[in-house]
C-alpha cells in the first residue's frame, strides 16, 4: 500500500510538472507573438511602455529554462513584475479602455484591439499563474527597488512625450494637478500591493519553494 501511494504521489507531481511547463511555455509564447507583433506595428520610437510586459514576458522565458530560484534578485525581480501588471491592468481596464484609449493613440480596428487587450491581460494572467503555483515574496525595504524603477519610468515617458510632441497616456501630461494625481495614486497602489504582499509573505502564505530571507 505504501509503494502505491508512492507510486501514485510521483504520477502526480509529474502530471503537475508537466502542467507547469506546458502553461508556461504556451504564455511564454503567446506573449512574445504579441509584444513583437505590437513592437513592430505601433513602436516607432525606443520607450518603456511595454515596461510592465516585457518585465512578465522575461520572467516567464527565465522560468521556462531555469525554474525558480532562491535568489535575492530573483523575488526582487518578480515584485516588480506583479506589482508593475496589477497596476498596468487596474489602469488600462479600469481607466484608459473606457475613455476610448484605443482610438485616440492607435488607428481604430479589430487588431488593436484584439493586441491592446492581450497586452493587457496575457501578463497579469502569467503573474497570477506563477503565484499559484511557485508563490512569490515581498521584504518590506524591497519597495525602494519599485519606487526607482516607477522614478526611471516617468523619466524615459517624460522625454519621450517631448520627442513625440504629445503625450503616451491622458492621464499622463506631465503639465497641470492631473499628472501629480495620477502619480500620487500610483505610488500609493504599489505601495499597497507591497505591504499585502509583505504581510501576507511574513505569515507563509504563498511562500513558494524556497526560503524566506531574513530581514536585517
Not at 508593475?84 to 484609449?101: D, H, S
Not at 495614486?185 to 499585502?196: E, N, R, Y
Request: glycine share 8%; charged share 15%; aromatic share 16%.
Amino acid at each position: 500500500m505504501i509503494k502505491q501511494r508512492q507510486g501514485d504521489n510521483k504520477e502526480e507531481l509529474a502530471a503537475a510538472s508537466g502542467f507547469d511547463t506546458l502553461s508556461r511555455l504556451v504564455l511564454s509564447l503567446a506573449m512574445l507573438v504579441v509584444g513583437t507583433t505590437s513592437f513592430v506595428l505601433y513602436e516607432k520610437r525606443p520607450s518603456f511602455s511595454y515596461l510592465g510586459f516585457w518585465m512578465a514576458t522575461i520572467g516567464q522565458v527565465w522560468l521556462l529554462f531555469r525554474g525558480p530560484s532562491d535568489s535575492h534578485s530573483f523575488w526582487i525581480f518578480r515584485q516588480m513584475s506583479w506589482t508593475f501588471n496589477v497596476i498596468i491592468t487596474l489602469t488600462f481596464w479600469g481607466y484608459l479602455y473606457r475613455l476610448e484609449y484605443l482610438q485616440i493613440i492607435f488607428r481604430d480596428s479589430a487588431l488593436t484591439h484584439g493586441l491592446m487587450a492581450l497586452l493587457h491581460s496575457l501578463p497579469y494572467l502569467a503573474e497570477v499563474r506563477e503565484i499559484l503555483c511557485h508563490g512569490i515574496k515581498y521584504l518590506r525595504w524591497d519597495f525602494g527597488y519599485t519606487v526607482a524603477t516607477l522614478v526611471g519610468y516617468g523619466v524615459v515617458n517624460y522625454v519621450d512625450d517631448q520627442i513625440a510632441g504629445k503625450p503616451m497616456y491622458p492621464m499622463l501630461t506631465w503639465q497641470g494637478a492631473s499628472t501629480l494625481v495620477f502619480v500620487a495614486i500610483t505610488l500609493g497602489i504599489a505601495f499597497a500591493i507591497h505591504s499585502l504582499g509583505n504581510f501576507i509573505s511574513s505569515r507563509g502564505v504563498f511562500a513558494g519553494n524556497t526560503e524566506d530571507k531574513k530581514e536585517k
